[in-house]
């Protein structure tokens, strides 16, 4: 089945100590990106990935740092949380950079830090 | 001004009752525009793009005025599994903009 898998699906943990939310994605695409979701001001682009090794950064990327070594993941690392990151947050994957507004995104990751 | 504006709901209708939503967009340089879905604490999925001549989908359909810069949805003869948030999205070269969603209700 094709699908992006996030996980963990929920997390509580504390101001500064370090995380990472893994996101696969089984489809081949090229293109994959981190969105942040709050109340009221709708999803918001974290990091984004045209391809292999190349990461740019999205409109809210302060706190958040990206890898894309593998094409298949894109795990969003989160150095050291503070509770204003505190969110729920999808990855999502197109097929290529041509088609990005086309996207397949994971199930959500919801992340509370104390 | 949000560059991508919409009205938030939520719109009550009945079941059967024909139903339509507007996104605004600051830029008149966007060039792609896309309309999502989103079922409560679910991820949003792609509903359909928007093409400039318009485009119908089943009960769906979506258009474009660029002259005033906004895209509608309409939904036709709504069923109660409509009910959802529908965000739109535009986009501009490599920047990417949700709209913070429209909720809808279907009531029977």
């Known amino acids: 089945e094709a699908q992006v898998t996030q996980n963990p699906r929920y997390l509580i943990t504390v101001t500064g100590k370090k995380l990472t939310v893994t996101c696969s994605q089984n489809?081949?695409?090229?293109?994959m990106s981190w969105y942040r979701q709050d109340p009221g001001l709708g999803l918001r682009q974290i990091y984004y990935?045209?391809?292999?090794?190349?990461?740019d950064k999205g409109d809210v990327p302060e706190g958040y740092k990206v890898s894309r070594k593998e094409k298949r993941n894109f795990p969003l690392i989160l150095e050291s949380p503070s509770p204003n990151q505190t969110s729920l947050y999808f990855c999502?994957?197109?097929?290529?950079?041509?088609?990005?507004?086309?996207?397949?995104f994971g199930e959500g990751s919801r992340l509370t830090v104390l | 001004r949000k560059e991508v504006e919409q009205d938030p709901g939520p719109f009550n209708v009945p079941e059967g009752a024909t139903v339509a939503f507007n996104c605004t967009y600051s830029?008149?340089?966007?060039?792609?525009f896309f309309w999502y879905r989103q079922d409560c604490r679910k991820e949003p999925k792609l509903l359909m793009s928007?093409?400039?001549s318009g485009n119908e989908d089943g009960r769906f359909t979506a258009q474009l005025n660029r002259a005033s810069q906004y895209i509608s949805l309409l939904i036709r003869d709504s069923k109660l599994s409509d009910s959802a948030t529908y965000l739109c999205?535009?986009?501009?070269?490599?920047?990417?903009?949700f709209g913070a969603g429209t909720r809808l209700t279907v009531k029977p």
């Open positions: 830029n008149s340089a966007s060039q792609s």
């Open positions: 990935s045209m391809n292999v090794e190349a990461t």
């Open positions: 489809m081949n695409h090229e293109y």
């Open positions: 999205v535009v986009i501009r070269n490599n920047d990417m903009r």
């Open positions: 928007v093409y400039s």
């Open positions: 999502a994957s197109s097929l290529s950079s041509m088609t990005f507004g086309e996207l397949f």
